[in-house]
């Protein structure tokens, strides 16, 4: 066996033997030549673990001729230091003072090597696997040179396997074969030290129960070392995919995905201050704003790993990814220094505004230098209009505020101030986010129980007559510039009937054309349904039906009708002022269907009861012009309930409740229709209904109906009393609706089915 660590045993004692580095020491290197002319300096050496730092301090002393002292920081301190000082005060020769991790020395230790190497008592050189920047002080940082070790390349651990076999062979006398040299390169992670040490233990191993040749391969490596190797290699391919997935992961808004990355480069070994700075710079190009609290987070978690390290760091590492993940997004900072940068670059230095500039001297005053200043705390609410910026670029805006909740008080702040000079717009109404991903409302009528196939597809069908066709128009948000029109226009039909089995299949089609907006976003959609009705009962007074739709939407968007930032100048807008937007597509088409059921019970030709639920784009189509997966149309869902009784022979009272769901918003309507009956035949009466309905939150309404024969028509008015009145003034929507039904007289001869309605 061997008197002493192989590692040690194979430290290099000439230039030509050692391995790597030779950019600091190779031909011509700064290194080499301060060894070579005996003239060294104070400095740092700066690299990952086994890269040869001590080596090189070693070696330098050696090949210098100075008296060596070394000092670890873990378990030395300042009386250590002093005795050295002492000694290379008394000694004749130049003495090197190398301090491993002098990342670890606390400031008033690292502040008591100051005079020493100010008045070159010792040639300091300290090594760390830190950033000297952040871990050393800038007094001490000052008065040494720093030098990055690189991690060792495959070439250099290569030589090293070599090296330690061939030395392995001479002293143990035996034979080694390196059949494969995989396992052991990537368990070294460029680490010279770890290489050695896991020859030594594989060798002296195979000694104890094998003669002859010693055959070293991956399986065997692995089955020693004991050591399930990750791929990842901290300075190859690998190393960059997995960072930025984790990267990716944070700014996609998936925590499970975040800490899987995260497991992954800590289990390979990575180091855990990496990954914390890489989530400081996130937190501010991907949250900013968003969440400002993200930046601090982050920077805690910096320094609490700093401070505790692993394994309990990777508990701090993982609260932090987790809190990246789960905050809203924001890139809004890194696109207003990128846009502010570039504008630098193109216009050069812009002088200062007079009133801006600092003025310290009476010279300087007489110049005008911050003549006219307004200081903004000596106004109302600490601001006062005034210009800020060079005047050639005057009403240029750098930051835009994107569509989160602190950012849009941000933005409610600054349009405050600033008024049009800025721009800053409220958003209001739509979600219109800067990159056009929308949404948009479904299409609804406040008149719900005259738009059948809107409301339910089971309703397909269901009539008294031959066939049903019916329109309905809307005219809502009537405060806004472009009030928003909706129209639905719909024809159905029983198509199949059978007395015996007391059933019935209706067939519709249905076409809605919804247009909102300044940006004419317009919904095209036409729709086939169908439906199929079973009586429950003899008497045909219990019904249940159950229908389905299907069919194309088609939303567009009018870019030429929006109004863009560029188009303001100085405060003015003009349409022919070029903008340099990149538009995505102006049409997506998409397919969408969905189901629904309905009850409904006649106890008598005056008194019934229904109730249904529907359910809308059930196959969640994709709702992006950016082809975003993201981006999908929510299920929406329909619940109502209706009732009809008689208050009088000629009075018809008819409560209804209606509600919806889509997502995390819900619209719930009630209220009651008076009906009154004018003449008494079937076919030729003429009624007048009055109703007035509520919709939680939203609007009271008030509905009118007449009916003639076949043909009734309503109008209503949706009075607006949201949190919006302030803008809406309580104008709210115009609904018309006119449905015609077709009807026969029943014939009863034989051979002939008698209508749908005797079906149903």
């Not at 090293?160 to 001479?170: N, P, Q, S």
């Not at 104008?731 to 001869?749: D, H, Q």
């Amino acid at each position: 066996m061997l008197a002493k660590p192989l590692a040690e045993l194979l430290r290099p004692q000439a230039l030509e033997d050692y391995i790597g580095q030779s950019h600091l020491l190779g031909e011509g290197g700064i290194l080499r030549t301060a060894i070579e002319n005996k003239a060294l300096h104070s400095m740092i050496l700066w690299g990952p673990p086994g890269v040869g730092k001590t080596t090189l301090a070693f070696l330098m002393a050696k090949l210098t001729d100075m008296d060596f002292y070394m000092l670890s920081a873990i378990n030395s301190g300042v009386k250590d230091i002093r005795e050295i000082f002492q000694k290379a005060e008394e000694s004749s020769n130049k003495t090197l003072l190398f301090i491993d991790e002098i990342h670890r020395f606390s400031k008033s230790q690292q502040d008591s090597l100051l005079g020493a190497v100010e008045k070159g008592v010792v040639t300091l050189i300290g090594a760390t696997t830190e950033n000297p920047s952040f871990e050393v002080i800038s007094p001490l940082l000052s008065r040494c040179q720093v030098y990055v070790l690189k991690t060792l390349d495959k070439s250099s651990l290569e030589k090293i396997i070599t090296r330690a076999t061939d030395f392995l062979e001479k002293e143990l006398n035996c034979s080694i074969e390196i059949a494969e040299n995989e396992a052991l390169l990537q368990i070294s992670g460029g680490d010279a030290r770890k290489l050695i040490n896991a020859i030594e233990l594989i060798v002296t191993t195979l000694l104890r129960s094998e003669k002859g040749k010693l055959l070293i391969n991956n399986e065997l490596v692995l089955k020693i070392i004991q050591q399930n190797l990750l791929l990842y290699d901290k300075k190859g391919e690998n190393h960059y995919d997995i960072i930025s997935a984790f990267i990716k992961s944070i700014r996609g808004s998936d925590p499970n995905a975040a800490v899987y990355w995260l497991a992954r480069m800590l289990m390979a070994g990575e180091d855990p201050l990496f990954i914390a700075r890489r989530m400081i710079i996130l937190a501010v190009e991907d949250i900013g704003n968003a969440n400002p609290n993200a930046l601090l987070l982050a920077n805690n978690c910096f320094q609490a790993v700093h401070q505790i390290g692993l394994p309990e760091g990777r508990i701090v590492l993982s609260q932090t990814a987790i809190y990246l993940a789960s905050s809203p997004k924001s890139n809004a900072s890194y696109l207003a220094i990128e846009d502010a940068m570039q504008w630098v670059e193109k216009t050069g230095n812009l002088p200062v505004p007079l009133h801006l500039r600092n003025a310290p001297t009476a010279l300087m005053k007489e110049l005008n230098y911050g003549k006219n200043y307004q200081y903004a705390h000596q106004f109302e609410n600490n601001f006062v209009e005034q210009e800020f910026l060079p005047q050639s670029i005057s009403g240029k805006k750098f930051y835009e505020p994107q569509d989160n909740r602190r950012e849009n008080e941000l933005r409610k702040y600054l349009k405050n101030c600033w008024k049009n000079k800025y721009r800053y717009i409220f958003l209001l109404l739509l979600s219109f986010s800067f990159f056009f991903k929308l949404i948009g409302q479904d299409i609804h009528y406040s008149q719900f129980n005259l738009a059948p196939l809107n409301l339910n597809p089971a309703l397909t069908g269901v009539i008294d007559g031959i066939c049903r066709a019916g329109i309905n128009q809307k005219t809502q948000w009537l405060s806004v510039t472009k009030p928003f029109l909706t129209f639905s226009g719909s024809f159905d039909a029983p198509v199949y009937k059978n007395n015996q089995r007391r059933e019935l299949i209706g067939l519709g089609l249905l076409i809605n054309v919804d247009r909102a907006g300044d940006s004419y976003y317009t919904t095209f959609q036409p729709l086939l349904s169908m439906a199929f009705v079973k009586s429950l009962d003899r008497r045909n007074r219990h019904k249940l039906s159950i229908g389905g739709y299907c069919g194309i939407q088609q939303r567009m968007l009018n870019y030429d009708a929006l109004t863009f930032d560029e188009q303001y100048q100085h405060g003015y807008y003009s349409a022919d002022n070029p903008i340099t937007e990149n538009f995505p597509k102006s049409k997506i088409l998409f397919f969408d269907w969905g189901l629904g059921a309905n009850w409904s019970f006649f106890a008598s030709s005056a008194t019934s009861f229904i109730a249904g639920v529907s359910a809308s784009h059930l196959n969640q189509p994709r709702m992006s012009f950016e082809n975003s997966s993201l981006v999908r149309l929510p299920v929406r869902t329909n619940l109502y309930f209706s009732s009809t009784f008689p208050v009088s022979e000629s009075l018809l009272l008819n409560p209804m409740i209606f509600t919806s769901f889509q997502r995390r918003f819900y619209e719930v309507n009630f209220g009651v229709n008076l009906e009154y009956l004018f003449a008494d035949k079937r076919d030729s009466q003429i009624t007048f209904g009055v109703g007035t309905f509520y919709r939680w939150n939203d609007a009271l309404i008030l509905i009118l109906t007449t009916r003639w024969q076949n043909c009734k028509f309503g109008i209503s008015y949706d009075f607006n009393i949201s949190t919006l009145t302030r803008a809406s003034h309580v104008r709210g929507g115009v609904e018309l609706s006119l449905m015609y039904i077709f009807r026969r007289v029943a014939i009863k001869s034989a051979g002939r089915e008698p209508c749908p309605f005797d079906i149903m």
